[in-house]
C-alpha cells in the first residue's frame, strides 16, 4: 500500500491555501460506499517552474495523492483494461506492485454533475465519483451552509474554474432558492453547476450559453 | 450408439439447462426448452430445439408448475423430462406426475424421493442399513404434546448440547435451530416447526448433535434399474456459508484410499436400501477424529456434479439419459467406479454468483456489462450469461461455475488462480473476490482449515474490500487528471502495429533520464507484444 493520510469523503478538509486547479477529488459513490470508505484527492505533478526548492526531493513529476507526492502511474491497455503500478518510495526498495483493473465508462451523476465510473479490482466492483477538488469543496460549503445562510446585501457568483458556460438556468429578476442551480459550466470533460449561495432575486446574469470564462469572472448578482 | 430418447424436455433454467441441452444435442436428441417471461430469450431457450412458455416469472407461477411442465412436455411431444437441480427435481409428486402422463422422469423413482428426501425417512434408512447417521432423534418431535415434553427434554439430553432443531422436510437451513441449553429447547421447537411448515407445508422436526468443526463430504451415487448400485467418488464441499456450498472440490482433499473405501461403501448401502436409481448423492460429515457420520441424501444432479465428471472421466447427464431409457449402468461408469478410492487427477469448481461479499453475501441483481472468462488448459465454464444479460432477481444468484481439472490439488489451485486472473465480470457485484481471497487462505490451501463453519466465522469481505477501493480511487483519479499519468507503451500496446512494438519516445525528465519507478511497470506490459 502507498503511504499517505486519507480522511473520511464525508468530512472533507477546508484547505487553507490554494486548490490546485488541475486536483481531482475521488470518492466511493453511493450506494456502493460502505462506512469508512476515505476519500482521496489526486493531482498531478507541480509544475517545475512553480515548484518550491524542497518539492524536488519527490521526484522530477510524481502526482500527488492527499497532497503526497506517490510513485504510482496508470498504464492504459485500450479503454477498459489498465494496470495500476505502484512502485516502491523513493529511497526504498522492493517490487512494484502491479493491480490489473478494468475502468468502466464514465457517466455524468444526474444530480451532483460529477463524473461516475466504475471500476473493477481483483472481482471487486467500486463505484467511484470524481470531481474538481475545488469544486468538492465549494460543494460542500454550499451543503454546509444552506439553511444557515442569512439574508444580506448582495452576492456575486464569481467563477471558480476557467470554462465555457453552457446553461444558464436564471434571468435578472427571477427569484432564486439556496441551493439552486443558476449556472453550468463545462470544464475538462466535468459539467459543473453553480449553485445560488443563498435565496434572493437574480439582479444581473453576466454571461451567456456559449461565453469562455476565467477565474474570477463575474457571472451572477443575487440581490 | 442409439439415443437413449428422441426428443427430451428441460424442466429448469439457466446454466443447468443449458448443460443438460448439450448433453442431450451430444447424445443426438432434440431438446425443448420451458422458460418464463423473464427468461423468454435466454440462452437455454436459444440453445433448444423448441421452447414452451410456462408463465410469469415468479417461480411458483412458471418453473414450479408442474401441470404446465408436463403439458409443455406432452403439447410438445418429448418422451422424458430431466428436471436439473431446485425447482421441482426433489418433488415426489412431480415425478409421480410425469409418470402418469406416460413421460420418463430423469431421476430416481417416486417412491424413492418420497423416502428420502423426508430426512426423518433417510436417517432411519441409513440406520437399518448399519450406516453411521449424526446422532439425534428418528422420530418427530411431539410437539403439539405438552405431556411429552419431558421425554423430549430426555431425548436432548442424551443427543447432547449443542444441538439442532432440524425441519423433516428441510433444505437450506430453513427450520433449522441451534440450542445451546435444555431451556432453549421448547421455544426452538415451536419456532422450528413453525417455519418448517410455512416453507415446506410439513412442521415434523427432530433433533441432531451439531458436529462442528466438521467437513461436507458427498458421494455421487448412480443406480440401475436391476438395482446395482455404485459411487463414483467423493466431493468436499466444506466452503460454505449458511448452508449454501460455494467452493467444491474432487476427490476429497486428505482421505486415505481405507476411508475412501469406507465412505464410498456406506453411500452404496444406503442407496441399494433405498431403491436408488438414476443418480444422487450421499452427504456426510466428517468430523476431526475421522469420523464420517450420514447426513441426507439428494435425490437429483447436484450443481457440483462437474467436479466428480471431470475426476471420472464421464458425462453424468449422459448417463442419466441412459439409466432413465432402462439401460444397465455402462461400463464406463463402473470402471470410474472401480477407479473411485484411487483418483488420478483433481478439480475444483467455484460457484461465481451475483451476491455481495462485503454486504453479507447480498443478492446482486443486475445487468451484466461486462464477462470475460477464462480459458486454456483444464479450465470448464458452465454459464448461461453474457455481457449484456440481465440477472433476474427471481431466481438462484448463480451465474457461473468456473470449474478447473489438474493432475492433482496443488496444480488445479495454481490453474484456479490463473483463471480467475483471466475472469472480469462488470456491472454487478460477485463473489469473485471472496474465491480470490480463499486462493490465499492458508487454511485451505493445504485444506486443514476446511469445515462447514469457516466462512461464517473467518470471512471478512470488509478487509479485502479496503485495498480494493484504494487501487480504484487511484486509477480513477490518474485516469481523470487533466494532465494524466499514463505511460507511453502501454497506450501502443493497447493497439500493437503490424511487425511488432514500436515504442513511443519517452518524455524527457529535467535530467534526461527516466525515473526507475516509472518504466518500472514496462517489463509486462511489453512482454507481451514480440517485437
Redesign the interface.
Known amino acids: 500500500?502507498?503511504a499517505g493520510p486519507t480522511r473520511d469523503a464525508s468530512v472533507p478538509e477546508m484547505p487553507d491555501g490554494p486548490i490546485d486547479p488541475?486536483a481531482?477529488r475521488?470518492?466511493?459513490a453511493a450506494p456502493s460506499r460502505?462506512e469508512g470508505?476515505?476519500?482521496?484527492?489526486?493531482?498531478?505533478?507541480p509544475d517545475?517552474a512553480t515548484r518550491l526548492p524542497q518539492d524536488g526531493d519527490a521526484?522530477?513529476?510524481?502526482?500527488l495523492?492527499d497532497g503526497v507526492a506517490t510513485?504510482?502511474?496508470?498504464?492504459?491497455?485500450?479503454e477498459?483494461?489498465?494496470?495500476?503500478?505502484?512502485?516502491?518510495a523513493?529511497g526504498s526498495t522492493g517490487p512494484?506492485v502491479?493491480?490489473?483493473?478494468?475502468?468502466?465508462p464514465v457517466r455524468i451523476h444526474p444530480a451532483h454533475g460529477t463524473?461516475l465510473?466504475?471500476?473493477?479490482?481483483?472481482?471487486?466492483?467500486?463505484n467511484?465519483e470524481?470531481e474538481f477538488e475545488r469544486r468538492a469543496v465549494l460543494r460542500e460549503r454550499a451543503r454546509r451552509g444552506a439553511g444557515t445562510a442569512s439574508r444580506g446585501g448582495p452576492v456575486e457568483v464569481r467563477a471558480i474554474i476557467p470554462g465555457r458556460v453552457v446553461a444558464v438556468s436564471v434571468t435578472a429578476g427571477d427569484s432564486v432558492e439556496a441551493g439552486q442551480q443558476v449556472l453550468v459550466v463545462e470544464a475538462?470533460?466535468m459539467q459543473n453547476e453553480l449553485r445560488a449561495p443563498r435565496e434572493g432575486s437574480v439582479e444581473r446574469v453576466g454571461v451567456a450559453v456559449g461565453d469562455t470564462i476565467d477565474v474570477g469572472d463575474l457571472l451572477v448578482v443575487i440581490h | 450408439m442409439t439415443p437413449p430418447f428422441n426428443r427430451i424436455l428441460v424442466a429448469n433454467r439457466g446454466e443447468i439447462a443449458l448443460r443438460i441441452i448439450r448433453a442431450a444435442h451430444e447424445l443426438g436428441m432434440q431438446a425443448v426448452a420451458v422458460y418464463s417471461d423473464a427468461d423468454a430469450t435466454a440462452a437455454h431457450v436459444r440453445a433448444a430445439d423448441a421452447a414452451v412458455r410456462l408463465g410469469p416469472a415468479a417461480p411458483a407461477e412458471s418453473y414450479l408448475r408442474i401441470d404446465a411442465v408436463v403439458a409443455a412436455a406432452l403439447e410438445s411431444r418429448a418422451e422424458a423430462i430431466h428436471p436439473g437441480y431446485g425447482f421441482l427435481s426433489e418433488r415426489a409428486a412431480f415425478a409421480r406426475a410425469v409418470g402418469d402422463a406416460g413421460l420418463i422422469f430423469v431421476g430416481p423413482p417416486a417412491a424413492a424421493i418420497a423416502a428420502l428426501g423426508d430426512k426423518l425417512a433417510a436417517r432411519r434408512a441409513a440406520h437399518a442399513a448399519g450406516v453411521p447417521h449424526v446422532p439425534g432423534t428418528l422420530e418427530p418431535a411431539p410437539i403439539d404434546r405438552p405431556d411429552q415434553l419431558e421425554a423430549v427434554l430426555a431425548a436432548a439430553e442424551a443427543v447432547g448440547f449443542p444441538l439442532l432443531v432440524k425441519a423433516a422436510a428441510g433444505g437450506g437451513g430453513r427450520g433449522m435451530r441451534r440450542v445451546v441449553a435444555a431451556d432453549e429447547l421448547p421455544a426452538a421447537l415451536i419456532a422450528g416447526s413453525r417455519e418448517a411448515a410455512a416453507a415446506f407445508g410439513d412442521g415434523s422436526v427432530y433433533l441432531e448433535r451439531e458436529i462442528m468443526p466438521a467437513r461436507h463430504i458427498e458421494v455421487q451415487l448412480l443406480g440401475d434399474a436391476t438395482g446395482q448400485v455404485i459411487a463414483l467418488g467423493e466431493r468436499d464441499c466444506s466452503t460454505q456459508r449458511r448452508h449454501q456450498k460455494l467452493i467444491e472440490e474432487a476427490p476429497a482433499p486428505g482421505l486415505t484410499e481405507t476411508e475412501r473405501r469406507r465412505l464410498h461403501a456406506m453411500a452404496v448401502r444406503l442407496g441399494s436400501a433405498a431403491g436408488l436409481q438414476n443418480a444422487a448423492t450421499a452427504e456426510f460429515l466428517y468430523d476431526r477424529d475421522g469420523n464420517f457420520w450420514f447426513l441426507e441424501v439428494n435425490t437429483r444432479l447436484q450443481v457440483e456434479h462437474t467436479v466428480t465428471e471431470l475426476v471420472a472421466g464421464l458425462d453424468i447427464v449422459a448417463e442419466q439419459f441412459h439409466l432413465a431409457a432402462g439401460a444397465p449402468l455402462s461400463p464406463r461408469a463402473i470402471a470410474a467406479a472401480d477407479r473411485a478410492a484411487r483418483p488420478m487427477s483433481h478439480a475444483i469448481e467455484l460457484r461465481i454468483s451475483a451476491e455481495d461479499p462485503a454486504r453479507v453475501f447480498a443478492p446482486t441483481p443486475g445487468r451484466i456489462t461486462r464477462w470475460v472468462m477464462p480459458a486454456g488448459p483444464g479450465v470448464r465454464i458452465d454459464t448461461a450469461v453474457e455481457a449484456g444479460d440481465r440477472i433476474p432477481p427471481e431466481y438462484d444468484p448463480l451465474i457461473c461455475k468456473l470449474v478447473v481439472h489438474a493432475a492433482d490439488r496443488t496444480a488445479a489451485l495454481a490453474r484456479l488462480r490463473r483463471a480467475l486472473d483471466e475472469t472480469e465480470i462488470g456491472g454487478i457485484q460477485t463473489t469473485l473476490p471472496f474465491h480470490r481471497a480463499m486462493l490465499a487462505e492458508p487454511g485451505f490451501l493445504d485444506a486443514t482449515g476446511l469445515s462447514t463453519s469457516w466462512v461464517d466465522a473467518h470471512w471478512d469481505g470488509q478487509a479485502s474490500r479496503a485495498r480494493a477501493v484504494r487501487v480504484a480511487s487511484l486509477a480513477a483519479g490518474l485516469a481523470e487528471l487533466p494532465e494524466a499519468a499514463v505511460d507511453e507503451p502501454a497506450r501502443i500496446a493497447s493497439a500493437p502495429l503490424p511487425g511488432g512494438l514500436r515504442r513511443a519516445a519517452e518524455p524527457a525528465t529535467r535530467d534526461g533520464g527516466v525515473p526507475a519507478w516509472r518504466t518500472a511497470g514496462r517489463a509486462l506490459a511489453t512482454d507481451r507484444w514480440p517485437g
Open positions: 500500500m502507498i488541475r481531482v475521488v470518492a466511493v460502505l470508505d476515505p476519500a482521496i484527492t489526486v493531482s498531478p505533478a517545475p521526484g522530477p513529476d510524481l502526482p495523492v510513485p504510482v502511474i496508470l498504464e492504459r491497455f485500450g477498459v483494461r489498465a494496470r495500476l503500478v505502484v512502485s516502491p523513493v512494484a502491479r493491480t490489473n483493473l478494468q475502468l468502466g463524473r465510473r466504475e471500476v473493477v479490482v481483483e472481482g471487486w466492483r467500486i467511484v470524481v475538462m470533460k
